[in-house]
Nanobody, 116 residues
Framework: QAQLVESGGGLVQPGGSLRLSCAAS????????MSWYRQAPGKERDLVAL????????NYADSVKGRFTISRDNVKNTVYLQMNSLKPEDTAVYYC?????????WGQGTQVTVSS
């Protein structure tokens, strides 16, 4: 059974950093494009960053460009999101998503709160 488990969220001060991880199991990870989404209270779930199956290409939302970095390890079956220079508006539940053609899997989410 496919499973995605996020970790690494928490409370951080503005300007701080966090590294999110998403561990995959139950499917052929290296075939799947991976992405991070986030959802703030009362708002829609939005794409934050995406990485292709081989890690050769990435894409970012304008709001996080230059601050966030997505990466993956196809041996460890894990995707990461390094978040630097965090702002209060980055506060949200962060979800990882795996997609291969029409097959889509979601994790359960991890809370990130940026506050002083």
């Amino acid at each position: 059974q496919a499973q995605l488990v996020e970790s690494g969220g928490g409370l951080v001060q503005p300007g701080g950093s966090l590294r999110l991880s998403c561990a995959a199991s139950g499917f052929t990870f290296r075939n799947y494009a991976m992405s991070w989404y986030r959802q703030a209270p009362g708002k829609e779930r939005d794409l934050v960053a995406l990485i292709t199956s081989d890690g050769g290409s990435t894409n970012y939302a304008d709001s996080v460009k230059g601050r966030f970095t997505i990466s993956r390890d196809n041996v460890k079956n894990t995707v990461y999101l390094q978040m630097n220079s965090l702002k209060p508006e980055d506060t949200a539940v962060y979800y990882c998503k795996a997609q291969f053609l029409i097959r889509i899997y979601w994790g359960q989410g991890t809370q990130v709160t940026v506050s002083s």
